[in-house]
């Protein structure tokens, strides 16, 4: 059962834009850190970005004035705006939420992923 899904993904040219969405159940978006990771082929996934149920941000450094984050809390979605794409950019993006629940036991950490969408840029 996909819990998270993903789209938005596709073909551009370098130098061009694309945005992803990620839409997750009410339950895991009120209460998760969302965020966005890539793997290139033959690379390991990577940290783009994430954002907290507050609204902090953080991006890979290398991501840093590119790519923006954002979630609307109304639509249970997270957002990710590529801008300035290069050819390093292509990957397969996954979305993840990271949703921590505490009770009088104790500490549970969950973690969902979506499918994953593929970008690719071309030079």
């Known amino acids: 059962q996909e819990e998270l899904v993903e789209s938005g993904g596709g073909l551009v040219q370098a130098g061009e834009s694309l945005r992803l969405s990620c839409t997750a159940p009410?339950?895991?978006?009120?209460?998760?850190?969302m965020g966005w990771y890539r793997q290139a082929p033959g690379k390991q996934r990577e940290l783009v970005a994430h954002i907290t149920t507050g609204g902090s941000t953080n991006y890979a450094d290398s991501l840093k004035g590119r790519f923006t984050i954002s979630r609307d809390n109304a639509q249970n979605t997270v957002y990710l705006q590529m801008n300035s794409l290069k050819p390093e950019d292509t990957a397969v993006y996954y979305c993840n939420a990271e949703v921590v629940v505490r009770t009088i036991e104790g500490r549970q950490d969950f973690s969902y992923w979506g499918q994953g969408t593929q970008v690719t840029v071309s030079s």
């Open positions: 009410r339950r895991i978006f009120s209460n998760g850190v």
